[in-house]
């Protein structure tokens, strides 16, 4: 993808899928370069590509957005090394290999993200689900294989977000006990709050006009320039085309995607996708394909924890769920083609 720094654009589209993480441009391009034309740069964390676009080029030079970004992309890491499951040493990693552990807030408060959405779940979403997951190894090239059924059953013994205990003090001192559960995995949570955090740190360095993108978390800070709402497309499903459903236009807010259509592997001609039910530890099956969660800014880690919560509880008691919760809406694309949303939710349909 062209660096943006060398292009001059008129109208934007983000494209919005569960892992990937494009930004798609549509309109007149000038090819010269222009000073104030948008600073974007990718990295690569948590095992996808994001990219952070920098549009209030009037504010402020292209040297300090690029060093912005940069500053960003440390934070990432930072976050990477908390939060990451598969790092060897990160935080995480030591908790899960020690079984308790002093923690830092940052961790801390995404457990306590997880659990209160366990809680709201009825225990369908549970953050004990890392030696579960470790069975499943979904590549889409066929040369994955099913875990055996006595392995997954056996994984799902010390599988319960009850047993873990949080405790915060007075001193700001944050502990985390796991109480003989498997490993904790905060794939449905982390990014978001990761999102979150970058958001707010572009905000103090005086960033007016952006798009954070981590694959599927999008946020959007103030409008493109011209004062117009970002366009964000809304992928359609199973799409070798990345076809997309509609648009939502959005200003200073968080929308993200969950969905069984991204990540999957197949055998013996059926589809197997990587969101688990804790209750059977194979891929949930309920009515819905996707289900995306749009909020206002700074809600990144609620709507990453919902989308994937909504989809566990099918459309029904999802959409009640969302319902329920303020600030935010929802749209879930059903297995029969339909789609439902929220009270709230608004797009514009095709494209």
Same mark, same amino acid.
């Given at each position: ?7 001059? +654009?008129?109208? @934007?589209?983000? @494209? ?17 370069? !222009? ?12 095992? &996808? ?35 990451? *499951? ?42 004990? $689900?890392? /030696? ?18 006595? !392995? ?8 319960? %977000?009850?047993?873990?205990?949080? #405790? ?13 559960? /498997? ?9 978001? %709050?990761?999102?979150?955090?970058? /958001?707010?740190?572009?905000? #103090?360095?005086?960033? &007016? ?12 800070? =103030? ?20 076809? $997309? ?6 200003? !200073? ?7 069984? %259509?991204? *990540? %999957? ?23 819905? @394909? ?10 990144? $880690? ?10 566990? +509880?099918?459309?029904?008691? =999802? ?8 600030? $935010?809406?929802? +749209?879930?694309? +059903? ?6 949303? /929220? ?9």
């Amino acid at each position: 993808m062209k660096k943006l720094s060398l292009l001059f +654009l008129l109208i @934007i589209i983000v @494209i919005i899928s569960q892992t990937s993480c494009s930004v798609k441009h549509v309109g007149n391009l000038n090819s010269e370069v !222009d000073q104030s034309a948008p600073v974007s740069k990718e990295g690569f964390f948590f095992d &996808t590509v994001c990219t952070i676009t920098i549009f209030d080029m009037e504010n402020m030079s292209k040297e300090n957005a690029e060093h912005t970004i940069e500053e960003a992309y440390k934070e990432a890491a930072k976050y990477e090394k908390i939060f990451s *499951r598969q790092i060897e040493d990160s935080e995480l990693w030591n908790l899960n290999h020690k079984g308790e552990l002093e923690v830092s807030e940052d961790l801390f408060s995404v457990v306590q993200e997880g659990l209160k959405y366990g809680d709201l779940s009825d225990g369908k979403f549970d953050i004990t $689900m890392g /030696s579960v997951l470790d069975l499943w190894d979904f590549q889409r090239d066929g040369s994955s294989k099913l875990p055996k059924k006595e !392995d997954v059953n056996k994984a799902l013994e010390t599988v319960g %977000y009850k047993r873990i205990e949080a #405790k915060a003090t007075n001193d700001a001192e944050y502990s985390i006990k796991t109480g003989g559960a /498997s490993e904790i995995d905060l794939g449905g949570v982390a990014k978001g %709050y990761i999102c979150d955090k970058l /958001s707010e740190l572009l905000l #103090k360095r005086g960033v &007016t006009s952006a798009i954070v993108n981590l694959g599927g978390n999008i946020t959007v800070i =103030g409008e493109k320039p011209g004062k117009k709402p970002f366009n964000v497309a809304i992928e359609k499903p199973f799409s070798e085309r990345k076809d $997309m459903i509609g648009i939502v236009k959005m200003k !200073d807010g968080t929308i993200v995607t969950s969905g069984i %259509y991204e *990540r %999957y592997m197949e055998v013996g001609g059926q589809k197997y996708h990587h969101i688990l039910d804790p209750a059977t530890g194979w891929p949930v099956d309920t009515d819905v @394909i996707s289900v995306t969660i749009l909020s206002k800014i700074g809600n990144s $880690m609620e709507c990453d924890a919902m989308s994937t919560t909504a989809l566990l +509880l099918g459309s029904e008691r =999802g959409l009640q769920l969302v319902e329920s919760t303020p600030d $935010m809406e929802a +749209l879930f694309q +059903l297995k029969d083609g339909t789609k439902i949303k /929220s009270s709230g939710f608004e797009y514009e349909e095709g494209r």
